[in-house]
Nanobody, 131 residues
Framework: QVQLEESGGGLVQAGGSLRLSCAAS????????MGWFRQAPGKEREFVAA??????????ADSVKGRYTISRVNAKNLVSVPLQMNSLEPEDTAVYYC??????????????????????WGQGTQVTVSS
């Protein structure tokens, strides 16, 4: 059973930090690029960060660059993709989703930022930043 499960969301004051986790299982997700997206009320889903299969390359939206850090741990039956979020701002409030893309579908910066390239999605975790 394919499962991407996010956790770690919550309520935090502006300037604070949160660490989201994504646990991906049920597929060979060690061969998938992984990404984080977010969706605020009334807005489209937007790219936040992505990491290549090996973990050697990472990509960030301009709005989170320098504040967020994506990483991954590839185990045999489980891939973990943490997202460390620092210096949070009220504008970061959204539901955050973990997603997986086949390596061949996400080999350029443009494709890794495109939600349509991702085949599997989690249910999301709410992040609320108060001012």
């Amino acid at each position: 059973q394919v499962q991407l499960e996010e956790s770690g969301g919550g309520l935090v004051q502006a300037g604070g930090s949160l660490r989201l986790s994504c646990a991906a299982s049920g597929r060979a997700f060690g061969t998938y690029a992984m990404g984080w997206f977010r969706q605020a009320p009334g807005k489209e889903r937007e790219f936040v960060a992505a990491i290549s299969v090996s973990g050697s390359s990472t990509y960030y939206a301009d709005s989170v660059k320098g504040r967020y850090t994506i990483s991954r741990v590839n185990a045999k039956n489980l891939v973990s993709v943490p997202l460390q979020m620092n210096s949070l701002e009220p504008e970061d409030t959204a539901v955050y989703y973990c997603a997986a893309a086949r390596a061949l579908d996400a080999i350029t910066i443009a494709t890794m930022r495109d939600p349509a390239k991702y085949s599997y999605w989690g249910q999301g975790t709410q992040v609320t930043v108060s001012s």
